[in-house]
C-alpha cells in the first residue's frame, strides 16, 4: 500500500526547548502571574516594534477592547472599522456600547478602502479601528490624513501584523510604532508569535499606556510587584472599573523566546510567500497577494482569490481528501448570527440602502473576498516539497473543475 503523505496544517507554531526552559525559569521563581518577565516582555516588544509603551494584556481582544476605552469611546458612539475580520474587531466596539460603522475593503490588499471613509464620519464618530489583514499593512498614510484633519483617533488591529512594515516619510517603520494612536498585537498560536494566548498595546503616548496599566489590572492603584517589595504596609485603592486582562509571566517568559525567532520567521515566510507567487502565477484566473509599494507583509497567511465559477468548498474538499489544510476567505461581522442588523451600521440608513444582514450592497467586496478565495498553507517549518505538493493539488483541484 502506497504510504499516506503526511498531513500539511494551514498553520504551525514554532515552539521548540528554549521556550520550554523559559516557562520552567518562570515556574521556578515563584512569582507567575504578571510580574517581571511580562515588564521584560514589554521592554524587548516596544524595542523590537519601534514603540515608545508596550503593555502587555490576556489577548488581542482585550487589548482592543482597552484601546477603545481609553481613546473615550461609551455608549452610542460610533466606531468605523471593517466586517471583514475575525469578529474580534467588531465585537470591540461593541463592547463598549458602541455600533461599528462597517466600511469595505479593497480587493487587492483585504484592507479598509480609506476612500470610503469620509462619507460615513458623523458627529457620533468616536474612533477609526483599522485592520492589517493577514498581516498586510493597510493604507495608514491616507487613513491618517483623513484622521488628523477630522481629529479622529486611530486604532490599528494588528492582531496579525507583528513583523511587518510600512514606508513612513521614506523609512520602512514596523507596524506598531504605532502610526495611528494605539496598536493592538494578539500572541494566538495562529499568529507569528505566540504565548498560548496574549496580546499588546503600543503606543506613544505615556497618558494611554499608564490607563491600559490601570485597567488591566482591576483599576488597582498599587502593582503587586510593589506591594509584595513595600517595608511598610500599602493599602490599594480602586479608582476605576477595571477588567482582569493581564499576562501572566509564564507566558511573557514564552513570549521573550518567540521574539528571538521573529526575524528568522519572517524571512522564511517571505522566502515561501514569494515560491507560492512564482510557481501559481501562470494560473492567470488566480488572483495572488500583492504587496502595496509602501507595505512588507510578515505573511502571516497567503490568501489566494479562486477563478470566477470556482467552487470553494469543493476545493477545499478536494485538498482535505488530500492532507492539505486550507481555510476560506476572511469571515464578515455583519453576517453572523450575532450581529443583528441593528446592532452596526454601513454608514447609511437602513431604508436607503436595503441591505438585510447577509448580503449589504455597501460590502460588496467583503463578501466577495469571504466566499471566492482560501488561505493556503504557510508557516516556517513548511518545507518546499511540501509546498510543492499544495501547489500541485491546488492545479489539479482546478483542473478537476475546470476541464470537466
Ligand atoms: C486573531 C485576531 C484577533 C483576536 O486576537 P485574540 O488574541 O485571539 O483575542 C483580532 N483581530 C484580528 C484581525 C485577528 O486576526
Not at 496544517?9 to 502571574?33: H, M
Not at 493592538?184 to 505566540?194: A, I, V
Not at 477595571?242 to 507566558?251: K, L, T
Request: charge should be neutral.
Amino acid at each position: 500500500m502506497p504510504e499516506r503523505p503526511t498531513f500539511i496544517p494551514i498553520a504551525k507554531p514554532r515552539l521548540g526547548q528554549e521556550e520550554e526552559i523559559a516557562a520552567a525559569r518562570a515556574i521556578s521563581s515563584g512569582w507567575v502571574t504578571q510580574g517581571p518577565e511580562v515588564a521584560a516582555f514589554e521592554r524587548e516588544f516596544a524595542a523590537a516594534v519601534g514603540a515608545s509603551y508596550a503593555c502587555a494584556v490576556s489577548n488581542c481582544t482585550a487589548a482592543l477592547h482597552l484601546a477603545l476605552l481609553v481613546l473615550g469611546v461609551r455608549p452610542g458612539d460610533e466606531v468605523i472599522t471593517v466586517s471583514h475580520s475575525f469578529i474580534a474587531t467588531a465585537n470591540s466596539v461593541r463592547y463598549c456600547g458602541a455600533r461599528p460603522v462597517f466600511v469595505d475593503i479593497q480587493p487587492g490588499t483585504l484592507n479598509l478602502d480609506p476612500t470610503l471613509v469620509e462619507a460615513v464620519i458623523t458627529p457620533r464618530t468616536t474612533a477609526l479601528l483599522c485592520v492589517h489583514q493577514l498581516g498586510m499593512p493597510c493604507d495608514l498614510r491616507a487613513l491618517f490624513d483623513i484622521a488628523r484633519r477630522r481629529s479622529i483617533p486611530i486604532v490599528e488591529d494588528a492582531a496579525c501584523a507583528v513583523g511587518s512594515e510600512i514606508l513612513w516619510n521614506g523609512a520602512w517603520e514596523k507596524i506598531g510604532k504605532p502610526h495611528g494612536d494605539i496598536a493592538c498585537f494578539s500572541l494566538h498560536p495562529r499568529k507569528l508569535l505566540t504565548t498560548g494566548d496574549g496580546g499588546m498595546l503600543t503606543t506613544t503616548n505615556a497618558r494611554h499606556d499608564a490607563r491600559f496599566r490601570l485597567l488591566r489590572h482591576h483599576g488597582m492603584s498599587i502593582q503587586d510587584t510593589l506591594r509584595h517589595s513595600a517595608a511598610q504596609v500599602m493599602f490599594e485603592e480602586y479608582t476605576d472599573l477595571g477588567f482582569n486582562y493581564r499576562m501572566s509571566d509564564i507566558q511573557a517568559a514564552v513570549g521573550r523566546e518567540q521574539l528571538k525567532r521573529l526575524p528568522g520567521n519572517i524571512e522564511r515566510r517571505r522566502l515561501l510567500a514569494r515560491r507560492y507567487g512564482e510557481q501559481l502565477r501562470d494560473i492567470s484566473e488566480l488572483g495572488l497577494p500583492a504587496e502595496p509599494d509602501w507595505a512588507r507583509s510578515n505573511w502571516q497567511s497567503y490568501y489566494v482569490r479562486l477563478p470566477d465559477g470556482c467552487n470553494q468548498k469543493q476545493l477545499m474538499q478536494d485538498l482535505l481528501d488530500r492532507g492539505i489544510a486550507t481555510r476560506r476567505g476572511v469571515m464578515c461581522a455583519h453576517r453572523e448570527p450575532a450581529y443583528p442588523v441593528d446592532s452596526w451600521s454601513c454608514g447609511t440608513r437602513r431604508e436607503e440602502c436595503g441591505c438585510t444582514g447577509r448580503n449589504c450592497r455597501r460590502l460588496a467586496e467583503s463578501q466577495r473576498a469571504q466566499e471566492t478565495g482560501i488561505m493556503l498553507p504557510l508557516y516556517d517549518a513548511l518545507n518546499e516539497s511540501d509546498q510543492d505538493r499544495v501547489i500541485g493539488e491546488l492545479r489539479w483541484s482546478l483542473a478537476r473543475q475546470f476541464q470537466t
